[in-house]
Nanobody, 123 residues
Framework: QVQLVESGGGFVQAGGSLKLSCVAS????????MAWFRQPPGKEREFVAT????????HYADSVKARFTLSKEDAKNTLYLQMTDLKSEDTAIYYC????????????????WGQGTQVTVSA
């Protein structure tokens, strides 16, 4: 049984930082693309960042490039998202996802999802 469990969300002022974690179990961590998506209030789920097929390549949404950093700790089956210079528009529920896909920015391409962690950024 595959499980993805996110943590690390919270409330932060604009300009601040947070680090999200996602612990994966029940899958071969290096055989999947691991990604972060987010869903702002009243909006559709959107791509944030992905580590493609075991981590050789990472890809970011333009809106977070240079502010967010995705990393992996394979020994712990853990995916991270370091978020800096947070803005109010980063407020969302952040989800971890795993998939064996070439459509790395599409939610539909990911088979497994965590429950999400709330990030709230005050202006």
């Amino acid at each position: 049984q595959v499980q993805l469990v996110e943590s690390g969300g919270g409330f932060v002022q604009a300009g601040g930082s947070l680090k999200l974690s996602c612990v994966a179990s029940g899958l071969d961590f290096n055989a999947y693309s691991m990604a972060w998506f987010r869903q702002p209030p009243g909006k559709e789920r959107e791509f944030v960042a992905t580590s493609i097929w075991g981590g050789g390549v990472t890809h970011y949404a333009d809106s977070v490039k240079a502010r967010f950093t995705l990393s992996k700790e394979d020994a712990k089956n853990t995916l991270y998202l370091q978020m800096t210079d947070l803005k109010s528009e980063d407020t969302a529920i952040y989800y971890c996802a795993a998939g064996q896909t070439i459509e790395h920015t599409k939610p539909r391409a990911y088979a497994y999802w965590g429950q999400g962690t709330q990030v709230t950024v005050s202006a």
